[in-house]
């Protein structure tokens, strides 16, 4: 069974803090991601990163940065973390590659790590 | 650009069917469906490709009408154990690289 884990399940951080949020996977996944889901608003990419060292911006990626170093990891970075970032992060990962094949189209999700900022 | 759901709540009896939705304003590569039940991680339920067919899971099936860019999840006779969040998420483009979930519906079923 594919395994993406999240580093915590919940965090609670000052205001201009940074935070890292970690997420590792166990399938040799070339692609992972990083979701922020809030209520009414489902999940929002904020980055992927399709290989190590390479990332792409999602659709929200304002206040946040990202790490790639190790292929099995992928690490989300909050530099001055702000209550406005209070959220669910939801970490996933996928096999590489346009393919339609059914297996390389299914992201796996962390558990997700809930973030307050105070 | 978030593809719409509809409705974005239902509450069911055991044993009643329902329908979820999901619409696009662009031209669909394939459609996904996520179901996440409370404290817990989404998961795959299945795919609708481009020129596929109607897939089926159990008592849940999903249909995509790549003309209209929708795509419909049928949950029939439905359990207790369907109760959660279900999630639509799209491929656009040539090759499905751009994907982006839908806001979520609320199923909720009751005994």
């Known amino acids: 069974d594919v395994k993406v884990t999240q580093s915590s399940r919940y965090l609670v951080k000052r205001t201009g803090e940074k935070v890292f949020l970690e997420c590792v996977q166990d399938?040799?996944?070339?692609?992972m991601f990083w979701y922020r889901q809030d209520p009414g608003l489902g999940l929002r990419l904020i980055y992927f990163?399709?290989?190590?060292?390479?990332?792409e911006k999602g659709d929200i990626p304002e206040g946040y940065s990202v790490s790639r170093e190790k292929k099995e990891r992928f690490s989300l970075i909050l530099e001055s973390a702000s209550t406005n970032q209070t959220s669910m992060y939801l970490c996933?990962?996928?096999?590489?590659?346009?393919?339609?094949?059914?297996?390389?189209?299914?992201?796996?999700f962390g558990a997700g790590t809930r973030l307050s900022v105070l | 650009q978030q593809p719409v759901q509809s409705p974005q709540a239902v509450i069911l009896r055991e044993g009643e069917d329902a329908v979820i939705n999901c619409s696009s304003s662009?031209?669909?590569?394939?459609v996904h469906w996520y179901r996440q039940k409370h404290g817990e991680a989404p998961v795959f339920l299945m795919i609708?490709?481009?020129?596929?067919e109607q897939k089926g899971h159990e008592k849940i099936s999903a249909s995509f009408n790549e003309k209209k860019q929708q795509s419909s999840l049928y949950l029939t006779a439905s359990q207790l154990s369907y109760s959660g969040t279900y999630f639509c998420?799209?491929?656009?483009?040539?090759?499905?690289?751009?994907?982006?979930f839908g806001p979520g519906t609320r199923l909720s079923v009751l005994p």
């Open positions: 996933a990962s996928k096999l590489g590659g346009f393919n339609r094949q059914v297996a390389k189209n299914i992201q796996y």
């Open positions: 399938m040799d996944h070339e692609n």
């Open positions: 662009k031209a669909l590569y394939s």
């Open positions: 990163s399709y290989d190590v060292k390479m990332k």
């Open positions: 609708l490709l481009k020129g596929g």
């Open positions: 998420g799209t491929e656009t483009g040539n090759y499905g690289q751009n994907f982006v």
